[in-house]
């Protein structure tokens, strides 16, 4: 079955670099059609999305925070990496990867990690 | 940005209670909608995908329906499980969007 799972640091400081990583299983993103991407929700509001890479490498960032993000793969150890650069206290939010599919009528997320609480502060 | 206009933001509702939740794109986006359901602490779930499937293991009591740019997810018969957030997400487009979140509260 399809697991994912984030890890990364649960502080960090305004104006540092978040990395965060996303650990998946039962599926792989060699595979056509296939993608991850990473959405997030601060405490009480609402689901944004951040960005998407597909198995042919293909990536795709949100118009606002594009210039902040950096996706990556390394298909041979199933992970997906996500960088934002220039934290704020307003980036603080739990961090979810999820997978999808080109070749499923769902296009967008299906399955979903247990999500990352990252916090921004001095 | 395609963006996704859901409402209400929230409703009071009982057990039994029939509940529809709107959802509503900036442009056509054909049937590329899916909807979510999000409980307090936990990652949310995908429910329907292309605006009226039900995903698998979802109950009957959901449905979706809907196309180009107006869509509606209803429960028929609102259960104690089902008070939580729902949200719309486009597919029509790589750069994804959410809608801003239906909060579905016990009257």
């Known amino acids: 079955q399809i697991t994912l799972k984030e890890s990364g640091p649960t502080l960090v400081k305004p104006t540092q670099t978040l990395t965060l990583t996303c650990i998946f299983s039962g599926f792989s993103l060699s595979t056509s059609g296939v993608g991850v991407g990473w959405i997030r929700q601060p405490p009480g509001k609402a689901l944004e999305w951040l960005a998407l890479i597909y198995w042919d490498d293909d990536k795709r960032y949100s118009p606002s925070l594009e210039s902040r993000l950096t996706i990556t793969k390394d298909t041979s150890k199933n992970q997906v990496v996500l960088t934002m650069t220039n934290m704020d206290p307003l980036d603080t939010a739990t961090y979810y990867c999820?997978?999808?599919?080109?070749?499923?009528?769902?296009?967008?997320?299906?399955?979903w990690g247990q999500g990352t609480l990252v916090t921004v502060s001095s | 940005d395609i963006q996704m206009t859901q409402s209400p933001s929230s409703l009071s509702a009982s057990v039994g209670d029939r509940v529809t939740v709107t959802c509503r794109a900036s442009q056509s986006i054909s049937t590329f909608l899916n909807w979510y359901q999000q409980k307090p602490g936990k990652a949310p779930k995908l429910l329907i995908y292309?605006?009226?499937s039900l995903q698998s293991g979802v109950p009957s009591r959901f449905s979706g329906s809907g196309s180009g740019t107006d869509f509606t997810l209803t429960i028929s018969r609102l259960q104690p499980e089902d008070f939580a957030t729902y949200y719309c997400q486009q597919s029509y487009s790589t750069l994804w969007t959410f809608g801003q979140g239906t909060k579905v509260e016990i009257k």
């Open positions: 999820a997978h999808t599919s080109t070749v499923t009528n769902v296009r967008g997320p299906d399955y």
């Open positions: 292309a605006a009226s």
